[in-house]
């Protein structure tokens, strides 16, 4: 009687491997598991990404009838382990062919016949991420053009120009001035400058103690609404009963408005804010730009020297202060936007000169906030220097903190601090303006 075959069905004789001492042997029956893929796969781990299971080493053959164990060659060792599973999509089977490498974003150079070396590759360079025939947008920043198809300029040190087309003369030439006059007493000058923040109070309350330490009598007119040389004398413009705008809408006697400092030989005509509303109140006045004018000249023969403290504008206040005045110091700050109104200004003087008062010249130039740190202050001298030639002072007044703190005490700076580089400067400016000074006859 046969023997019950208790296999289950399906079940076959796993014939991929034979005896190497007997070919024509029978083959070898696996009865660790129960199907063929049991030889080849272990059951506990996942299935490949095709869906086949994960293959693992033989298992040991089971003897098989009529054979005793002993007989059976060890089992086969592996060779060529299976490869690691790959979770990525697209991962080839095992067994299967794999994909050709992507191609290279850039060609591979050739190989150099001169140095032995590769050859210099000089196709376009790709992005890594761009796809083969894809050429990166960016060139070299040597060849990078504006978008008007200029190159663009190297970068260095900035190009400072004046604005010459203001300042020329109606011909369009540019001539050099000449060194200033000899400086005649009694004398009315304007600081004046329609940028702000270049140094004009500062300017005029210093160079007026200046002169009035020399010996000078110096008047400085503050024509400006904020009354900053005012306060920079110590003066409170709050304690006053006149000021500058008394005399030119109200008509007071100047001399009723001026209050003396602490410094001999030094006096102001005070200014407070009402001065802001002076122009328009003075827009329906006959020969309103001449009222400054007339106001001082009732008192010119008590001084040598006027100084008018200008408003950082080219308005009313400022045509008057220019029109009443003999000369004009013009301040100029070491930095590039005090270069751009300059022509502008200048063109401003010879209207009024045409107009108004044609005695009136640009005495001087200064050059204030002199930082020697920068390259910047040294240009935008240079630039001034170039244009303008002996009018521009020799004296360049520093930026230092000194200069800043000493208007917060209301004394100028020879009296706030007589040995600061500031005090120094504009001593020196004194000798400067009052160079060849001389009384005038009668």
């Known amino acids: 009687m046969a023997e019950h075959d208790e296999r289950p069905r399906g079940w076959r004789p796993f014939r991929g491997r034979q005896r190497s001492d007997d070919p024509g042997g029978p083959p070898i029956e696996v009865k660790s598991g129960a199907y063929e893929s049991d030889a080849i796969a272990d059951p506990t781990q996942g299935p490949n990404d095709d869906g086949a299971p994960q293959p693992s080493a033989p298992a040991t053959p089971a003897p098989p009838a009529g054979r005793p164990a002993a007989d059976l060659p060890p089992p086969p060792a592996v060779t060529n382990p299976p490869p690691a599973v790959s979770e ?8 299967s062919e794999p994909a050709p490498p992507p191609a290279a974003s850039h060609p591979v150079p050739a190989p150099s016949r001169d140095s032995g070396g590769p050859a210099l590759n000089t196709e376009p360079f790709r992005a890594p991420h761009a796809t083969p025939g ?11 053009v504006d978008p008007e198809g200029e190159p663009e300029p190297a970068r260095g040190e900035p190009e400072l120009r004046i604005d010459r087309a203001d300042a020329a003369t109606p011909d369009g030439s540019i001539a050099v001035p000449a060194a200033a006059p000899p400086l005649i007493m009694p004398r009315t000058i304007a ?10 109070t500062t300017t005029a309350v210093n160079l007026g103690a200046a002169l009035a330490e020399a010996g000078f009598r110096v008047l400085v007119v503050d024509l400006d609404p904020q009354g900053n040389a005012t306060t920079g004398l110590g003066i409170n413009p709050r304690d006053l009963e006149r000021s500058v705008y008394d005399a030119l809408v109200g008509e007071q006697p100047l001399d009723e408005c001026i209050e003396p400092t602490s410094l001999r030989n030094l006096f102001v005509a005070p200014a407070r804010i009402d001065l802001a509303g002076a122009e328009i109140e003075l827009v329906p006045v006959m020969s309103r730009e001449l009222r400054l004018r007339k106001a001082i000249d009732a008192v ?6 006027i100084l008018i403290d200008c408003p950082p504008s080219l308005g009313l206040l400022t045509v008057n202060g220019l029109a009443a005045a003999d000369d004009v110091i013009v301040p100029i700050q070491c930095e590039y936007y005090a270069l751009e109104g300059l022509g502008q200004l200048l063109r401003n003087v010879g209207l009024v000169r045409a107009n108004l008062n044609p005695q009136l010249d640009v005495r001087g130039i200064v050059l204030t906030m002199h930082d020697a740190r920068t390259k910047l202050a040294d240009q935008v001298a240079r630039e001034v ?12 007044v520093p ?11 209301g004394q100028p700076i020879i009296v706030f601090d007589s040995g600061s580089r500031g005090a120094t400067a504009y001593r020196d400016l004194a000798k400067e303006v009052s160079h060849g000074a001389t009384r005038r006859a009668g």
């Open 88 to 95: 990525a999509p697209g991962t080839p089977a095992p067994g």
């Open 134 to 144: 894809a050429v990166a947008d960016r060139e070299p920043e040597a060849a990078e």
């Open 191 to 200: 600081i004046a400058n329609q940028k702000g923040g270049v140094g004009k």
């Open 300 to 305: 010119r023969p008590d001084y040598d020297l």
């Open 385 to 396: 220097r170039a244009h303008f030639g002996p009018r521009v002072y020799q004296t360049v």
């Open 399 to 409: 930026r230092t903190v000194r200069l800043s703190e000493a208007p917060s005490f």
